[in-house]
């Protein structure tokens, strides 16, 4: 007898979910569209010829008649408009291009670099959420304390530090100076392979590094949300009625400051990937850091495109997921609009 009336509730959740996720394509169609206009013109009005740059060292040697044939295989010299669709169409096939400066097929360098850095940043997220909340909402429970003040001036100095300055000084200090971490790299010079243990000890510094360094957004959000929390007529109310401190402070103030959180989340997470590119080319990871920075430093757009676009899709993704769990986190949010 109960059945009946969720079944209509649970339909109109999914159709609000579909109109969500709707709205939110209608979004990123043009972005994605516009991203990838905007990195085709940058890549064809590069000084930089094509033909010369995928030959290499054997353009010096090359005649003018074969780098001419490369540029007629590649379709070079083709109106722009032709040049843009045949990329984008090469790119719904799964084909990104051959990557000039690594020599090899994007997709094959995305294909071995990009959990890397997935796993950079996934680890770095959640450590960075972990500490903000449960620190961040014992700053605000002692607002304006000694805690709450010493909290708030480390974050805004880290703040202010730029995330290479942060792990250049956190290896000279952990790791050249008192010797507990490796320096960088994922394994020990000498080892012949990879391992969990070895791989997660090089990791160490580096998620510890980005986590910080994207800290202080995190921790003074959640202390300034949940002060606020504590004010509310709701958390008050808990308060008179006897409850324990620790249940009024999680249990209500950090549930009601966890909604504009989730938003957070998704929008910070640009500045997080462009933290974890500095922190990968710093302790030299095999992630998507160092091939972005040779890549630019090499010219090689077809790479800097694939990254570029793939990144935004991500980012595209994530306020997308970050839309359904505010609205999953709070009925009184409707889906539908």
């Known amino acids: 007898m109960t059945a009946a009336p969720e079944a209509p509730a649970k339909r109109r959740g999914i159709a609000g979910a579909g109109a969500v996720i709707r709205r939110r394509l209608l979004v990123a169609v043009p972005v994605l569209i ?23 060292a054997a353009a010096f040697t090359a005649t003018e008649e074969n780098l001419a044939q490369i540029r007629a295989n590649w379709g070079v010299d083709d109106p722009l408009p032709v040049q843009y669709l ?14 000039t400066s690594r020599h090899e097929p994007v997709t094959e360098v995305l294909g071995a670099r990009a959990g890397w850095t997935l796993l950079l940043v996934g680890a770095a997220l959640a450590g960075v959420l972990i500490v903000s909340l449960l620190v961040g909402t014992l700053a605000a429970y002692r607002r304006g304390g000694v805690f ?19 792990a250049l000084a956190a290896i000279a200090l952990f790791a050249l100076t008192l010797g507990w971490l490796p320096a960088g790299g994922l394994t020990e010079v000498t080892a012949t392979g990879t391992s969990f243990t070895d791989v997660a000890w090089h990791l160490v510094l580096p998620i510890a590094v980005l986590a910080v360094s994207q800290a202080p957004w995190f921790l003074l959000f959640v ?20 409850l324990p ?30 933290g974890a590119v500095l922190v990968e080319t710093v302790f030299s990871l095999p992630g998507l850091g160092a091939v972005t920075v040779q890549a630019a430093l090499g010219s090689d757009f077809p790479l800097l495109a694939a990254i570029t676009l793939v990144t935004t899709v991500v980012v595209l993704t994530a306020n997308l997921l970050t839309d359904l769990a ?12």
């Open 245 to 274: 401190g620790r249940t009024v402070l999680f249990g209500h103030a950090l549930r009601t400051a966890l909604l504009p959180f989730l938003t957070l989340i998704g929008t910070h997470l640009p500045e997080l990937v462009g």
């Open 326 to 337: 505010y609205a999953a986190a709070d009925p009184r949010v409707r889906l539908d609009g």
């Open 34 to 56: 516009a991203t990838s206009i905007g990195m085709f013109l940058l890549g064809a009005a590069s000084p930089i010829d094509p033909a010369k740059q995928y030959a290499g």
């Open 223 to 242: 202390r300034d949300s949940v002060a606020e929390s504590l004010r509310d007529d709701h958390v008050l109310a808990a308060k008179a009625r006897g």
């Open 148 to 166: 709450d003040r010493g909290l708030r001036a480390v974050a805004y100095a880290v703040e202010a530090m730029p995330v290479f300055w942060i």
């Open 86 to 99: 045949r990329w984008v169409g090469n790119l719904l096939r799964g084909d990104l291009g051959w990557s």
